[in-house]
């Protein structure tokens, strides 16, 4: 493996002994080689939107002889979409590195679980997200787990938005609660087209996607599931993501409830 690095360092012990320490640093080679690639890939996010962005102010300002108020109208259009790819990228660059700053800070709060699901799915179907309905089950009693309230929302928002983005035109999302053994279970299945075994096991990658193309367009940034799989290990959670391709999705999240446990 081209990657291993290794050191050596012998120390004399006593007269007939040596200590000899190895010390790998493979790993830290590695880290540092996903963070500057992690760097050009949010650069290169960000230069493309940008990059239509000037070109469009350019032939704006080139264009200050035309009065046509259609095309300056669909020229804005088209500039604020950019602007708003922008934004959703700059948040959840933001969202990500604040996830990564406590990732070793336990939550503190004690939340209602059944209560977080049901709002951040009203606020999910108040957005407006085009593809199918949302179909909740959810417990009758509180369900309550420590847990940072805004961080679980926003891994709602993430994953339900996805079964919304990637599922079924008019298909129908479920989205579940249980409790389950000292746990909660959060379930969230699709009828989409599905992902390919290939793909499953690197979609929590930053930035990685199965089509780019198709990610886009619905205002996707490649970051969301990656944000999803750090807020659930800073829960000491488990999430798993299960696909069939041509039937469906489907997500499922395991929170510890118990605080000691942790
Ligand atoms: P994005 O912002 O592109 O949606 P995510 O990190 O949320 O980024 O997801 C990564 C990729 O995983 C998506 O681009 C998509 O290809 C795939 N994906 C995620 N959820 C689903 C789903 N429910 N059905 C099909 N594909 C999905």
Same mark, same amino acid.
């Given at each position: 493996d081209p990657e291993r690095r290794w050191e050596m360092e012998v120390r004399p012990l006593g007269q007939s002994r040596r200590l000899v320490r190895l010390i790998d640093h493979s790993q830290a080679a590695a880290a540092e080689r996903m963070r500057t690639d992690f760097v050009a890939n949010a650069s290169h996010e960000l230069r493309t939107p940008l990059a239509t962005l000037m070109g469009f102010i350019e032939t704006l300002e080139e264009a200050n =002889? /035309?009065?046509?108020a259609a095309i300056r109208m669909r020229f804005l259009g088209i500039m604020g979409g950019e602007a708003r790819r922008m934004q959703r990228l700059i948040d959840d660059l933001m969202s990500l590195s604040r996830i990564e700053a406590d990732r070793y800070v336990r939550p503190r709060e004690s939340i209602d679980l059944a209560s977080t699901v049901r709002v951040a799915c009203a606020e999910i179907e108040a957005g407006g997200i085009a593809g199918g309905r949302l179909r909740l089950t959810l417990p009758d009693s509180p369900l309550l787990a420590r847990a940072d309230s805004s961080q679980i929302s926003q891994l709602i928002h993430n994953i339900v938005g996805n079964a919304l983005k !990637?599922? +079924? &035109? =008019?298909g129908e999302v479920k989205v579940t609660l249980q409790a389950d053994d000292g746990s909660a279970l959060l379930l969230v299945e699709d009828e989409g087209e599905g992902i390919s075994r290939d793909h499953l096991p690197r979609l /929590? &990658? +930053?930035? !990685? +996607?199965?089509d780019a193309g198709r990610s886009r367009a619905v205002g996707g940034t490649g970051l969301g599931l990656a944000i999803v799989k750090h807020i659930v290990e800073r829960h000491r959670g488990r999430l798993d993501i299960a696909s069939t391709p041509g039937i469906g999705t489907r997500v499922s999240v395991v929170l510890p409830r118990d605080a000691e446990i942790l």
């Open positions: =002889g /035309t009065n046509d !990637y599922g +079924r &035109e =008019g /929590t &990658e +930053r930035f !990685y +996607r199965v």
